[in-house]
């Protein structure tokens, strides 16, 4: 069985900054793409980063860009996201997602999906 268990998550002060981490169990992902995903209250999820296997392609949100930084390990068959300066409107349950091989930023495109993790940023 497929697993994927986000951690990290938590509240934290604008400015401040948080590391998701997401480990999966049950297969190997070194050969497709991983991402997180985020969804806010009212809001549809919404694409934040995606890193290849190899992590020599990495894709960003434009708003996250420069704060943002996505990165994996394949021996330890986990992917981190490294969130700095963090804003209100970063406020979000952030998902891991595995298996994409194409079209990295859709949800669509993504076989297996972690529980989620929940980040809050206060003003």
């Known amino acids: 069985q497929v697993q994927l268990e986000e951690t990290g998550g938590g509240l934290v002060q604008a400015g401040g900054s948080l590391r998701l981490s997401c480990v999966a169990s049950?297969?190997?992902?070194?050969?497709?793409?991983m991402a997180w995903f985020r969804q806010a209250p009212g809001k549809e999820r919404e694409f934040v980063a995606a890193?290849?296997?190899?992590?020599?392609?990495?894709y960003y949100l434009d708003s996250v860009k420069g704060r943002f930084t996505i990165s994996r390990d394949n021996a330890k068959n986990t992917v981190y996201l490294q969130m700095n300066s963090l804003k209100p409107e970063d406020t979000a349950v952030y998902s891991c997602?595995?298996?994409?091989?194409?079209?990295?930023?859709?949800?669509?495109?993504?076989?297996?999906w972690g529980q989620g993790t929940q980040v809050a940023v206060s003003s």
């Open positions: 049950g297969r190997t992902f070194s050969g497709a793409f």
């Open positions: 997602a595995a298996g994409a091989q194409y079209s990295v930023r859709s949800v669509v495109s993504y076989g297996f």
């Open positions: 890193i290849s296997g190899t992590g020599t392609l990495i």
